[in-house]
């Protein structure tokens, strides 16, 4: 059994899938992050490299607990 991550970085959250090779699709999990905003530039929108990174630790860590995988 050949375990994947699947890792997909949307406008306000990531989601991370785990595959077997053999059976397909263990488990889905996803964790939010903020979109960065600026009051006098309605236009203005951005991401925080950090916040897309503590998402996927924490979205990694909540498919591993609801899969039994062991990391």
């Known amino acids: ?3 994947v ?3 997909d970085f ?7 899938t ?6 397909g699709r263990l488990g889905t999990a996803s964790a939010a992050y ?3 905003r600026k ?4 236009d203005f ?3 925080s490299h950090d ?3 503590n998402a996927l630790v924490e979205a990694m860590h909540k498919v591993l607990l609801e899969t039994g995988i062991a990391g």
């Open 45 to 47: 929108a951005t991401q």
């Open 10 to 16: 949307g406008t306000l959250s990531t989601r991370v």
């Open 5 to 7: 991550a699947g890792v």
């Open 34 to 36: 903020p979109l960065h």
């Open 18 to 23: 785990l595959l077997d090779s053999k059976t």
């Open 51 to 53: 916040d897309q990174m």
């Open 39 to 42: 009051r006098e530039d309605p």
């Open 1 to 3: 059994m050949r375990i």
